[in-house]
């Protein structure tokens, strides 16, 4: 669990994110998060989850692989996720003008503690 | 002119972190060695790559070779060092030429007027413009690539608008992506426009080995985006903009031109996420054009 | 895939339910088995088996809980190769309505069935009747009430 919580304190220490979860990507299901008040921990977790499984899907047809790391850009902020090899999401519910690299950068050292 | 190349060079061996490469990359370029002026252009911006005039002969040189994306890449990037650049106003006005847009060609050719009244190529390039002949335009800025089509007539009251062909019915067979993405490169293998229940409107999408996988691409994307609107909605994000995804052969980036369609865009690794986001909202840009144009 | 409701005030919330947590089959019930609401279903025969057993493993976990000092469990869960099952209590006026869903794993998650499930229980508890007692179903009566209940939930 500790591992967990370094994982996490590693993506929500960048400014403008205002929260990081770990999903299951199969359930849909939250496995440890870190969030500011107003998010919506489980509905992140359930709709990151569907919604990285009809990616992989897509991008698997198109010929693209599996995929590193998603961005969903919206009006009111974004949604960050890198996968970890266990099957375990990694996800970053951010504002609009978030250092979208640095965010990306820590997603990806945070899956690698999540192993 | 040959001496010219010699002691230039000579300059710029002395001192390869001087602005001569500018002249020299210009001087090849007019000389048609485009592969010596590419390597004189790459190396200056290693160097300088701040410099809006480096961008520029960059530019002009990828134009040359017909890399027209990446072309308008280095143009854009001019404009963001130096908006008023008449160079980079110029160029972008060229390529708007190539896609049929005489709008947006006229809108920079007048922009660079503004910055540079004196330019009498300017003046005959939009006089040209606003005559219909976008070839001779192109030709008086100075842009060597041949066989620019001529740009359609604005529309006046007097006589209708040529009427573009209706948007065919997905049941009709394949679709001439050019029409849709005229202009753009990658428009037969990595761009994709759909309408709201994932049929094909235009573009299309290869995989690596080369197989059309538009059909089962098409068929995932529409779950795909409206699961991304329902999680913008729900998480209280607004609505959705874009969506951009980074895996293991390529980077993907979705957008919606519109409410009701999709603009998808593969490319391979090679191409950094944040120019394809720059590439897909041209895509889209040209995409909304084209609708409206369907309407 | 018809969506049917022998109490028409479970239709609306039914129908929101199946379409966001893209639910393969979904029964509404007392728990004592009597079906309220199906959505999927293709036999009566399914849903009389669906019901009886739902009803049965509510009847049993609720008596584990009791046994452990708590009380009734909210959800079970359970997940095979292919789909999940996902059985859970949503109160109203009119009495306890057990929810029984399967779902496709390839095209929905738990996560997704109880997060929509929680709005499920709201719009059920809303759209009840607030009036009127549930009747009792009296042996006598039980035959020939699910007949006519299945002859509503397959619109025969």
Redesign the interface.
């Known amino acids: 669990m500790s591992g967990y919580v370094r994982a996490l304190d590693l993506v929500t220490r960048v400014r403008g994110v205002r929260g990081a979860m770990l999903v299951s990507a199969t359930d849909g299901l939250v496995v440890a998060e870190q969030l500011m008040e107003g998010i919506k921990g489980p509905a992140v977790a359930a709709l990151a989850g569907s919604l990285a499984n009809r990616l992989s899907r897509a991008m698997a047809a198109g010929g693209i692989g599996a995929a590193l790391f998603w961005h969903l850009q919206c009006t009111e902020g974004a949604l960050l996720v890198v996968p970890a090899p266990s099957g375990v999401l990694i996800v970053a519910v951010a504002e609009t003008e978030v250092n979208v690299g640095l965010v990306r950068l820590e997603l990806l050292r945070a899956a690698e503690l999540v192993g | 002119m040959a001496e010219d190349v010699k002691s230039l060079s000579a300059q710029l061996a002395q001192d390869p972190t001087s602005l001569v490469f500018l002249r020299l990359g210009e001087l090849l370029r007019h000389k048609g060695q485009l592969d010596a002026a590419h390597r004189v252009a790459l190396s200056g911006l290693e160097r300088h790559p701040h410099l809006a005039d480096a961008h520029d002969l960059y530019a002009r040189i990828l134009a040359d070779k017909r890399d027209f994306e990446r072309a308008f890449d280095e143009w854009d990037m001019t404009l963001r060092i130096a908006p008023t650049h008449v160079g980079a106003l110029k160029g972008l006005a060229f390529l708007y030429f190539k896609v049929g847009d005489v709008e947006q060609a006229a809108a920079h050719l007048e922009a660079a007027q503004r910055h540079s009244p004196s330019d009498p190529t300017i003046a005959q390039a939009v006089a040209m413009v606003q005559g219909g002949d976008a070839g001779a335009a192109a030709a008086g800025l100075g842009f060597e690539s041949a066989a620019v089509p001529a740009a359609p007539a604005p529309p006046s009251s007097a006589a209708p608008a040529p009427t573009p062909p209706p948007a065919p019915a997905a049941s009709s067979g394949p679709l001439d992506e050019q029409r849709v993405f005229a202009g753009l490169e990658g428009a037969q293998e990595g761009l994709l426009l759909l309408d709201g229940s994932g049929q094909v409107l235009g573009g299309a999408l290869r995989d690596g080995s080369g197989n059309d996988v538009t059909a089962p691409v098409a068929a995932y994307l529409a779950g795909v985006s409206q699961e991304a609107a329902r999680t913008a909605k729900l998480v209280g994000l607004g609505t959705w903009t874009g969506l951009a995804a980074e895996g293991v052969s390529g980077h993907v980036h979705l957008a919606q031109p519109s409410a009701q369609t999709l603009l998808l865009i593969i490319r391979d690794r090679a191409v950094p996420m944040g120019r394809l986001a720059i590439i897909a909202q041209r895509a889209a840009q040209v995409a909304a054009r084209w609708l409206e144009r369907q309407a | 895939m018809t969506t049917r409701a022998v109490e028409t005030w479970t239709l609306d919330p039914l129908k929101q339910f199946v379409g966001?947590a893209a639910a393969r089959l979904v029964l509404l019930m007392t728990p004592a088995g009597q079906v309220l609401a199906q959505h999927g279903f293709a036999r009566a025969l399914d849903v009389m088996s669906a019901a009886a057993l739902s009803s049965a493993i509510v009847a049993s976990t609720t008596e584990i809980a009791r046994q452990l000092g708590e009380p009734p469990f909210a959800a079970l869960t359970h997940q095979g190769e292919r789909h999940g099952i996902f059985l859970a209590n949503a109160p109203t006026h009119q009495g306890m309505v057990v929810v029984l869903v399967v779902y496709d794993?390839d095209v929905?998650?738990?996560?997704?069935v109880?997060?929509f499930f929680e709005q499920l229980r709201t719009e059920l508890h809303a759209a009840s009747p607030k009036t009127g007692v549930p009747k009792q179903v009296l042996a006598a009566d039980f035959e020939r009430q699910l007949s006519d209940s299945l002859d509503t939930l397959f619109g025969r």
């Not at chain 3, 929905?108 to 997704?112: H, V």
Request: proline content about 0%; charged content about 10%; glycine content about 12%.
């Open positions: 966001e794993l929905s998650s738990i996560g997704l109880q997060l």
